[in-house]
């Protein structure tokens, strides 16, 4: 008996420290598998939905600027992807050295048990005869010791059941484990295939990469042109919208002085209604909806360098989403159009207020709202254009508090 209680209690430490060793793999990773497997699925999606807009920018006819944006987005993309199955890969080896110690040690105990219930076999056949069981509590020098034989005949009976229980147990415990293993070093299998798939598919990409780049800069003064284009359409944009700052401005003090008080120290003086849709506008920040229902960000907020042009710097007010043919522009909020407008060159544009925040839809091919409308979250506001020359579909987004810019990427959120 003290044998086996030792045993159990030995074996108790060493699941302990399984059990601790598993919480730290998991720590370590900071993911579970069922994360990773979700950043899996998300990342994927964005692949395949840039494989198809990539497709939809080879139909031009030659080379553009935006198959290498795109193929660029791509490229990063897939590199996320192998990180994702190096960790999923990490976590597996992990899980497969933590289970293979757990059959060990459940091996050792089943083996332990099967000894001690043998034991206790061999010791009630020999001790089979009912006489030899009765002289042993007859022969007791009182009552209270013939009762305590009696108890631990019957304790002992009982041990034996649950030593019979245990060994099942045990071994239903172990059939699991082995189970649990094997399915692992499948997956392990099927991962580290998978992760020789892309890394091809990545050696591949950035060969087309190079590729492309070196056919754009052979077309370097038509990008030039095409830069001196863009940059025009942006200062006509951000003149546009800096008008519609200062109108606003400009009544906020005309009410101000008509009602003989100071003009207010903001540029929008809001309503308690509009407060309202200001403040859960800001709550919002990082969780906004997407405008467009599908789409990837291939040209961020603030200054960057051109894709292909070395030494040549871009700038950009907000952000590019590129999306498919025929996609919609939807409200990324409640609120109120306060112009809608066409930008020369640059299609057409539409500008909401959400209290003191203003978010501007701009190449835009139609527009389904007006001047004035209230609009509900993802409300569609037009439809995005698509440039027969290169194929692109673009819709570009800016984010204003007031007469500050902001990145529209922290406040929409992240694609899951």
Excluded: C
């Excluded at 193929?71 to 990490?90: F, G, P, S, V």
């Excluded at 960057?304 to 907000?318: A, K």
């Excluded at 440039?387 to 007031?402: A, M, S, Y």
């Amino acid at each position: 008996m003290v044998k086996i209680i030792l045993n159990n209690t030995m074996l108790k430490s060493r699941y302990l420290l399984l059990l601790i060793s598993a919480i730290i793999t998991i720590n370590v990773s900071g993911q579970t598998r069922e994360s990773l497997e979700r950043e899996r699925q998300r990342i994927q999606e964005q692949i395949s939905l840039t494989s198809r807009l990539l497709q939809e920018t080879k139909k031009s006819a030659e080379t553009n600027l935006n198959q290498l944006v795109i193929l660029n987005n791509q490229i990063t993309q897939r590199e996320e992807l192998l990180r994702n199955i190096n960790n999923k890969i990490t976590f597996i080896n992990r899980r497969i050295k933590n289970l293979t110690k757990e059959i060990e040690l459940l091996n050792t105990e089943l083996e332990e048990l099967k000894e001690s219930y043998a034991n206790m076999i061999r010791h009630a056949y020999k001790n089979r005869d009912a006489h030899n069981r009765l002289m042993f509590i007859f022969s007791a020098k009182d009552f209270n010791q013939a009762y305590m034989r009696i108890k631990y005949m019957q304790q002992y009976a009982h041990h034996r059941k649950l030593q019979a229980e245990k060994i099942e147990e045990t071994a239903k415990k172990l059939d699991k484990q082995v189970s649990e293993l094997e399915e692992n070093k499948n997956e392990q299998q099927e991962l580290l295939a998978e992760h020789q798939k892309e890394i091809k598919n990545l050696t591949l990409e950035k060969e087309e990469q190079n590729q492309t780049i070196q056919a754009l800069r052979n077309k370097e003064q038509s990008l030039l042109n095409q830069l001196n284009q863009h940059e025009k359409e942006a200062e006509q944009l951000t003149r546009a919208i800096q008008r519609i700052i200062e109108e606003e401005r400009r009544k906020a003090a005309e009410r101000a002085r008509a009602e003989g008080r100071e003009a207010p120290a903001t540029i929008f003086e809001l309503t308690p209604e509009e407060q309202i849709i200001s403040d859960n506008f800001y709550e919002n920040k990082g969780s906004l909806p997407w405008p467009s229902e599908r789409g990837i960000i291939t040209s961020r907020f603030g200054e960057q360098d051109h894709p292909v042009l070395p030494g040549i710097r871009i700038s950009n007010d907000g952000i590019n989403i590129s999306t498919t043919e025929g996609a919609k522009a939807r409200a990324v909020f409640e609120g109120t159009v306060v112009r809608v407008f066409s930008v020369p060159g640059g299609n057409n544009a539409a500008i909401v207020r959400h209290g003191e925040y203003l978010t501007v839809y701009s190449n835009l091919s139609e527009i389904t709202v007006r001047n004035g409308q209230r609009v509900n979250t993802r409300q569609e506001i037009g439809v995005i254009s698509t440039d027969p020359r290169d194929r692109k579909t673009v819709l570009h987004l800016q984010i204003w508090k007031g007469a500050e810019k902001l990145n529209p990427a922290e406040w929409i959120a992240r694609r899951q």
